[in-house]
């Protein structure tokens, strides 16, 4: 029997070791981080983007006074200031890649404005705007001055927030650009049929965030990227999968391609929302009563290991005029946001 001394695991920390790290320890103690690779002062101009649980990161960073970066302001009840522009959820790496692309030029697709009823959408973003447009034409022009606080964003933040969401998206044929819903569920498409129901793969997922890594690091060079994978379940598949199997293989697929993009890349890194959420310390307790919905506890203990790791207490500074910043919420409104999420995929099951 080989001694003791040669156990190559003797020499690891207790975070290697699952009896010291999350069996034997309190629920709230468990903590996965293990080395982050930069940090997040007051100055830094934050954005994030992804799937409905992002929301729930630049709520708390705006009550806790960081600098939210808002480039597309407007009133709150007509969706702006959920993201730092009215992109909406983002739910996959190719999405926030055209997102890109779209705001420089580099892709224009032809998929036009959807109806719903006498009203328009924009399909790319489809309920932003309550109730929809009065023409096409109104779509379009609010679109260009999206696009142009997307460029902002991109040019002005120091770090953004990535939440990948979903790999199930819904593709045009004609020319590859992905839609965040399906057609019919909030507007209807000309061309239904020319919008099919696309399953990314894990080198997809790579090749699709490391193009974005690309294309941002041209003109914000020193832009760091920590990404993170939503804990919310898929609320449908239109695979051939049960809805349960089909969650586990999506997140499954966004967990390794966001692994092997930050073993590429050193100033990018990634946070363990979903662990901190699903992991079986929790016994499910960060559930709602849907097993989905991520309860404000959860978000807090999401919040807690995020600042003790990512966030550094200095005081804050006004923002430049050039760099414009959300106001902070008060706490109540704070409360009421992280209940009051905004989720697009939800309409896909509205009775």
Not at 287 to 300: K, Y
Request: aromatic share 8%; proline share 8%.
């Amino acid at each position: 029997m080989a001694s003791e001394d040669h156990n190559p695991y003797r020499s690891q920390p207790d975070h290697a070791f699952w009896s010291r790290a999350v069996a034997r320890i309190a629920a709230e103690d468990v903590d996965p981080v293990a080395a982050p690779r930069f940090r997040i002062d007051r100055e830094d101009r934050i954005v994030t983007a992804g799937s409905c649980f992002a929301q729930h990161m630049s709520r708390a960073l705006q009550a806790q006074d960081y600098r939210y970066l808002v480039t597309e302001p407007g009133p709150e009840d007509r969706n702006y200031g959920v993201y730092p522009a009215r992109f909406g959820n983002i739910y996959t790496a190719r999405q926030l890649l055209q997102l890109f692309q779209r705001a420089f030029g580099l892709f224009d697709p032809a998929e036009p404005a959807w109806r719903i009823g006498a009203r328009f959408v924009d399909p790319f973003r489809p309920q932003v705007e309550p109730g929809g447009f009065d023409s096409a034409e109104a779509m379009l022009a609010n679109r260009d001055r999206h696009l142009d606080a997307v460029r902002k964003m991109f040019e002005q933040a120091d770090v953004l927030v990535f939440t990948l969401g979903l790999t199930e998206g819904w593709v045009s044929q004609a020319d590859g650009a992905v839609f965040p819903l399906a057609p019919g569920v909030a507007g209807e498409a000309p061309r239904p049929d020319l919008i099919q129901p696309r399953h990314f793969t894990v080198q997809e997922v790579v090749d699709d965030l490391n193009a974005v890594l690309k294309l941002a690091r041209i003109l914000n060079p020193d832009l760091r990227v920590l990404l993170t994978v939503s804990p919310v379940a898929l609320v449908a598949t239109v695979s051939d999968r049960h809805v349960l199997t089909a969650t586990t293989y999506s997140k499954a697929v966004l967990r390794v391609a966001v692994e092997a993009v930050v073993r590429e890349n050193s100033d990018v890194d990634y946070f363990p929302s979903y662990e901190i959420i699903t992991g079986p310390h929790t016994r499910g307790r960060y559930f709602a009563e849907d097993l989905r919905s991520v309860r404000p506890e959860g978000v807090d203990q999401v919040m807690k290991i995020f600042g003790r790791h990512y966030l550094i207490e200095t005081d804050a500074r006004p923002a430049s005029p050039d760099s414009p910043v959300s106001q902070a919420p008060s706490a109540a409104a704070v409360d009421a946001a992280l209940q009051g999420v905004i989720c697009d995929e939800e309409a896909i099951d509205r009775p």
